[in-house]
């Protein structure tokens, strides 16, 4: 069969069809666009119907920018919101299942924690004068703002620019509460914007009757007391159900300054307080001056209490690290044993306020925070702030802040168990590592230096050619960790010269292993738990893991050779000890802005942190400075009349009597420091005291213990 042919001039060249296609593209948009602005101009005669002339123009377009501004500003509080959304997310509601009364390590009672919650008390059984008394005081429009008082915040600017100081303050109950349940007291404008969204989430959230019960059970009141309950108890021994309404006044004076107001440690200060309350209480017409005239003229008396403070802010880490180790399935009502010596205690605390009383105003530092631990891992004393009362954020263990050069011993220690030694050779020279270029501090630079000399003096650019060179960040980062540094390290190049943020207990936890020759895994805040008839439940002898070597006895050896010339001839010069080898390093931030020197000798570990908790940097205060000062106080006071233990790897733990250490470099020029070893017990005499003291120890009470003087050196 013939195939039949399509006629050449009937075929359609390929080439033709693309042509009509693109001709059919080139149509149809062009149709479309001419639609398209067709369609706009109908839109735009439409409109203009609804065109505003003359002044109503004005509000027209102030209306329109108004509503963009509100579109993007909804975003940007979005935006800022989201972190407190994060935090309500967490179980806040959940109350402190334990119950815990807390000892000292030679037993004596120091304070409780987690009954605030058990303790409570409905705000409908409360008298009607405590409440009035406590919303005059801290928020009387409570019931009519929506957890920010505008009104009230207007008033207390307003008295504040009149008295030229601060006066009143501007935060509503909703807020305080916020800020007691989710955030922490830092002074930084990221908390407040935080705390302004959670108390709308609150308000959203809860009734108000439940934000007030919320508020009276939380509020910390001093005493060592949590909630208005527990507060009627230690300070009157009674009910809340039966205070008078002068005691009322007293309580509520408590809520901002309980500490200064506190009435067994100030009662005329307490009383005049009180009579505030009662002025609050006629001036916002919660009560006329006939019915508040009696607790004028009878103010209330504090019951008889030990005007000793306690140990809040290692309470509250002693509870946290509790609920870690308490086993499952044990009654939450516990008695628990602690390492705390209160002597050491008040002696860390007397030095911190004793220099930023004399040297503050100079140095422009507000703040300090120290921890001491035994070299057997005891925590002897914590001290996470200046005023418990005025600021319950533990900057012992929750503030983050960069450690500067004190970090390099973890540097250093790296590179020893790498296989340098002291003596190893490194160049002090310029180095670049990607774009950074460290310098050192007086941007000069000493050539060829054995490790020893470069940090004793704290050269920058030695510890960054060891990681760039050598070592590498991770392993650096992974042997921090493994001396007990918790808080994450960001692993950044810079992270060797202490940008990476640490807390006072990681730096003391971390520098603890040189001490004790190499191990980890010692520090510990809790020693014993107990149920209250006696039952033991916990025991660190038999049921803590046992400790772990992380760093090799010739690499502890090599770090302790290095870091004992820091205060004798290196950076750190203001803590020497007299008699006393110790070892240590310095720490100073970019801009001042935090202040280190963390130290050690055969018996203790102690690492203290001086700043301001907004970040504003100091008077070019460095770890040299007052925070060695501070450390070198404290520490001659714990080595009074103790056995000296020597720094592993440190053959001669005490120099000579009457040798001259570093005198050519002495700060400020002043005289030869002449080391003379303390008096000392004999070991056979301090067996026989210890004997009589446990002889003798039931008739020696917490308030003997506390009532000690200490005997510190003057500067």
Same mark, same amino acid.
């Given at each position: 069969?013939?195939?039949?042919?399509?006629?050449?001039?009937?075929?359609?060249?390929?080439?033709?069809?693309?042509?009509?296609?693109?001709?059919?593209?080139?149509?149809?948009?062009?149709?479309?666009?001419?639609?398209? $602005?067709?369609?706009?101009?109908?839109?735009?005669?439409?409109?203009?119907?609804?065109?505003?002339?003359?002044?109503?123009?004005?509000?027209?377009?102030?209306?329109?920018?108004?509503?963009?501004?509100?579109?993007?500003?909804?975003?940007?509080?979005?935006?800022?919101?989201?972190?407190?959304?994060?935090?309500?997310?967490?179980?806040?509601?959940?109350?402190?299942?334990?119950?815990?009364?807390?000892?000292?390590?030679?037993?004596?009672?120091?304070?409780?924690?987690?009954?605030?919650?058990?303790?409570?008390?409905?705000?409908?059984?409360?008298?009607?004068?405590?409440?009035?008394? *406590?919303?005059?005081?801290?928020?009387?429009?409570?019931?009519?703002?929506?957890?920010?008082?505008?009104?009230?915040?207007?008033?207390?600017?307003?008295?504040?620019?009149?008295?030229?100081?601060?006066?009143?303050?501007?935060?509503?109950?909703?807020?305080?509460?916020?800020?007691?349940?989710?955030?922490?007291?830092?002074?930084?404008?990221?908390?407040?914007?935080?705390?302004?969204?959670?108390?709308?989430?609150?308000?959203?959230?809860?009734?108000?009757?439940?934000?007030?019960?919320?508020?009276?059970?939380?509020?910390?009141?001093?005493?060592?007391?949590?909630?208005?309950?527990?507060?009627?108890?230690?300070?009157?021994?009674?009910?809340?159900?039966?205070?008078?309404?002068?005691?009322?006044?007293?309580?509520?004076?408590?809520?901002?300054?309980?500490?200064?107001?506190?009435?067994?440690?100030?009662?005329?200060?307490?009383?005049?307080?009180?009579?505030?309350?009662?002025?609050?209480?006629?001036?916002?017409?919660?009560?006329?001056?006939?019915?508040?005239?009696?607790?004028?003229?009878?103010?209330?008396?504090?019951?008889?209490?030990?005007?000793?403070?306690?140990?809040?802010?290692?309470?509250? @880490?002693?509870?946290?690290?509790?609920?870690?180790?308490?086993?499952?399935?044990?009654?939450?009502?516990?008695?628990?044993?602690?390492?705390?010596?209160?002597?050491?205690?008040?002696?860390?605390?007397?030095?911190?306020?004793?220099?930023?009383?004399?040297?503050?105003?100079?140095?422009?530092?507000?703040?300090?925070?120290?921890?001491?631990?035994?070299?057997?891992?005891?925590?002897?004393?914590?001290?996470? %702030?200046?005023?418990?009362?005025?600021?319950?954020?533990?900057? $012992?263990?929750?503030?983050?802040?960069?450690?500067?050069?004190?970090?390099?011993?973890?540097?250093?220690?790296?590179?020893?168990?790498?296989?340098?030694?002291?003596?190893?050779?490194?160049?002090?020279?310029?180095?670049?590592?990607?774009?950074?270029?460290?310098?050192?501090? %007086?941007?000069?630079?000493?050539?060829?230096?054995?490790?020893?000399?470069?940090?004793?003096?704290?050269?920058?650019?030695?510890?960054?050619?060891?990681?760039?060179?050598?070592?590498?960040?991770?392993?650096?980062?992974?042997?921090?960790?493994?001396?007990?540094?918790?808080?994450?390290?960001?692993?950044?190049?810079?992270?060797?010269?202490?940008?990476?943020?640490?807390?006072?207990?990681?730096? *003391?936890?971390?520098?603890?292993?040189?001490?004790?020759?190499?191990?980890?895994?010692?520090?510990?805040?809790?020693?014993?738990?107990?149920?209250?008839? %006696?039952?033991?439940?916990?025991?660190?002898?038999?049921?803590?893991?046992?400790?772990?070597?992380?760093?090799?006895?010739?690499?502890?050896?090599?770090?302790?050779?290095?870091?004992?010339?820091?205060?004798?001839?290196?950076?750190?010069?203001?803590?020497?000890?007299?008699?006393?080898?110790?070892? %240590?390093?310095?720490?100073?931030?970019?801009?001042?802005?935090?202040?280190?020197?963390?130290?050690?000798?055969?018996?203790?570990?102690?690492?203290? @942190?001086?700043?301001?908790?907004?970040?504003?940097?100091?008077?070019?205060?460095?770890?040299?400075?007052?925070?060695?000062?501070?450390?070198?106080?404290?520490?001659?006071?714990?080595?009074?009349? *103790?056995?000296?233990?020597?720094?592993?790897?440190?053959?001669?733990?005490?120099?000579?009597?009457?040798?001259?250490?570093?005198?050519?470099?002495?700060?400020?020029?002043?005289?030869?420091?002449?080391?003379?070893?303390?008096?000392?017990?004999?070991?056979?005499?301090?067996?026989?005291?210890?004997?009589?003291?446990?002889?003798?120890?039931?008739?020696?009470?917490?308030?003997?213990?506390?009532?000690?003087?200490?005997?510190?050196?003057?500067?």
């Amino acid at each position: 069969m013939e195939e039949k042919r399509v006629p050449k001039e009937r075929q359609v060249p390929r080439a033709t069809k693309l042509l009509d296609i693109d001709a059919w593209i080139d149509s149809s948009l062009y149709e479309l666009r001419f639609k398209a $602005a067709e369609v706009w101009e109908n839109l735009t005669i439409f409109f203009r119907r609804f065109r505003v002339r003359g002044p109503k123009r004005a509000v027209v377009e102030i209306f329109g920018e108004g509503a963009t501004l509100l579109a993007a500003g909804s975003v940007v509080m979005l935006g800022l919101a989201t972190p407190a959304i994060e935090a309500s997310k967490e179980d806040w509601r959940a109350q402190d299942d334990y119950a815990v009364t807390f000892l000292d390590r030679y037993g004596h009672e120091i304070g409780q924690r987690g009954i605030r919650q058990r303790d409570s008390v409905p705000v409908e059984e409360m008298p009607r004068h405590v409440i009035k008394a *406590v919303l005059a005081t801290e928020d009387r429009r409570f019931f009519e703002h929506f957890g920010i008082d505008i009104v009230g915040l207007a008033r207390a600017l307003t008295e504040n620019m009149r008295a030229n100081t601060i006066v009143q303050g501007g935060s509503t109950i909703t807020q305080q509460l916020a800020k007691n349940l989710f955030l922490s007291n830092e002074r930084t404008m990221e908390r407040k914007i935080k705390e302004a969204f959670l108390a709308l989430w609150l308000e959203a959230n809860l009734s108000k009757r439940e934000i007030l019960q919320l508020y009276l059970d939380r509020a910390y009141l001093g005493g060592g007391t949590f909630g208005i309950g527990a507060a009627a108890d230690f300070y009157f021994d009674k009910h809340v159900r039966d205070l008078t309404l002068s005691e009322a006044a007293m309580i509520a004076g408590l809520f901002k300054a309980p500490s200064r107001y506190a009435p067994h440690i100030n009662l005329p200060a307490a009383r005049a307080r009180a009579n505030e309350v009662l002025t609050n209480l006629v001036n916002s017409h919660f009560m006329t001056e006939g019915q508040v005239l009696s607790a004028r003229l009878n103010p209330a008396s504090a019951v008889e209490r030990d005007n000793r403070e306690s140990p809040d802010y290692f309470l509250d @880490w002693a509870f946290e690290e509790l609920k870690r180790i308490v086993p499952p399935g044990t009654t939450h009502s516990l008695v628990a044993r602690t390492t705390i010596d209160l002597n050491l205690q008040q002696a860390v605390e007397e030095s911190i306020e004793h220099h930023l009383r004399q040297h503050g105003n100079a140095y422009d530092v507000e703040q300090g925070a120290a921890v001491m631990m035994e070299t057997n891992g005891a925590i002897r004393a914590l001290v996470g %702030g200046r005023d418990y009362g005025q600021s319950q954020f533990n900057r $012992a263990t929750k503030a983050q802040r960069q450690p500067g050069s004190s970090f390099k011993p973890y540097v250093y220690a790296a590179a020893m168990e790498a296989g340098f030694t002291p003596e190893s050779i490194v160049p002090d020279a310029p180095i670049n590592w990607g774009g950074w270029a460290p310098q050192n501090y %007086g941007r000069s630079y000493a050539g060829r230096v054995d490790l020893a000399t470069a940090l004793a003096r704290s050269y920058n650019t030695v510890p960054v050619r060891l990681a760039h060179d050598h070592l590498g960040i991770d392993a650096i980062q992974q042997l921090a960790e493994e001396m007990g540094v918790e808080t994450p390290l960001n692993g950044h190049k810079t992270m060797v010269l202490g940008t990476s943020d640490m807390t006072v207990m990681d730096q *003391v936890t971390g520098y603890s292993v040189f001490a004790t020759g190499g191990y980890a895994g010692l520090r510990h805040g809790i020693s014993q738990l107990r149920t209250h008839s %006696g039952e033991i439940i916990y025991d660190r002898s038999h049921d803590a893991p046992p400790p772990h070597r992380v760093l090799s006895q010739q690499a502890v050896s090599h770090m302790n050779s290095i870091l004992v010339q820091v205060p004798e001839r290196g950076t750190g010069r203001r803590a020497a000890l007299a008699g006393v080898r110790s070892a %240590g390093k310095t720490g100073t931030t970019q801009s001042y802005r935090d202040a280190w020197y963390v130290g050690y000798t055969g018996n203790y570990v102690a690492a203290v @942190w001086l700043g301001n908790d907004d970040y504003r940097p100091t008077e070019r205060m460095t770890g040299g400075s007052l925070p060695a000062m501070v450390w070198q106080r404290f520490m001659t006071y714990a080595h009074q009349n *103790v056995e000296l233990k020597p720094i592993p790897g440190i053959e001669n733990p005490l120099p000579e009597e009457g040798t001259e250490v570093a005198a050519t470099e002495i700060p400020e020029g002043g005289p030869p420091v002449r080391h003379r070893p303390p008096r000392r017990l004999s070991s056979a005499t301090r067996v026989v005291i210890e004997g009589l003291t446990d002889l003798f120890g039931q008739n020696t009470t917490p308030q003997t213990t506390a009532g000690r003087t200490l005997d510190l050196p003057a500067l």
